[in-house]
């Protein structure tokens, strides 16, 4: 297995635009997560889903923050409009049961807003 | 009060020395437990699972203390490649948090010739 892949790796962009990160998750994993890290505030849940479905997304900064789970392979983090406070290394992961069980990362997507 | 709780460090540590680090945790409930690694510019890695009766691997011990509500890691004859950040990563069993990953701030630890 490839692994849990995200894209883009590195994204730059202008205050104001959107933004849309990618992931695709381990296949027949269930449980997906996206988490930001920041130096200052350290690695952070924002939402996950199960099934698809989001579970909990009180981690979810304000409304300019958006997530989806159309299929089992697919999740999208959008960020409309973006900030330069957004600036923090995104990532995802997945794991299958999450309860008890390891949770697999992709490499991030580095998020620049200037 | 966060979550999952610990001591940011940095610790700066020798070559061959014994370094210990511990993880406080909220909720009673939770009832996964683990440790994880993230070097620098990388995304985090499982290093291992914590159990209620302790496990060890390798120069590694990890424990769990229900009553304190903490966990702990013990990294034995401390290499140069065990520099890093090492997550204490806490799963709660039912609820609406069932399956919630939640980590901690992270431990920086650099090991030093």
């Known amino acids: 297995d490839a692994g849990v892949i995200q894209s883009p790796r590195h994204e730059v962009t202008e205050m104001g635009q959107e933004v849309t990160l990618r992931c695709k998750p381990i296949s027949g994993h269930d449980y997906l997560f996206w988490y930001r890290q920041t130096m200052m505030r350290g690695l952070e849940l924002l939402i996950y889903f199960n099934n698809n479905v989001p579970i909990d997304d009180s981690g979810m900064p304000e409304d300019r923050f958006s997530a989806k789970m159309p299929n089992a392979s697919f999740s999208t983090l959008k960020i409309q409009p973006s900030e330069p406070r957004d600036s923090a290394v995104y990532f995802c992961?997945?794991?299958?049961?999450?309860?008890?069980?390891?949770?697999?990362f992709g490499q991030g997507t580095r998020l620049t807003v200037v | 009060r966060k979550e999952v709780e610990q001591d940011p460090g940095p610790f700066n540590v020798p070559e061959g020395a014994t370094v210990a680090f511990n993880c406080t945790y909220s909720n009673s409930a939770s009832q996964s437990f683990f440790w994880y690694r993230q070097d620098c510019r990388k995304e985090p890695k499982l290093l291992m699972s914590v159990y209620s009766s302790g496990n060890e691997d390798g120069r590694f011990t990890a424990q769990l203390n229900r009553a304190s509500q903490y966990i702990s890691l013990l990294i034995r004859d401390s290499k140069l490649s065990d520099s890093a950040t090492y997550l204490c990563v806490v799963i709660p069993a039912g609820g609406t948090s069932y399956g919630k990953l939640t980590f901690g701030q992270g431990t920086i630890l650099t090991v030093h010739p």
């Open positions: 992961a997945s794991s299958f049961r999450g309860l008890g069980t390891e949770a697999f």
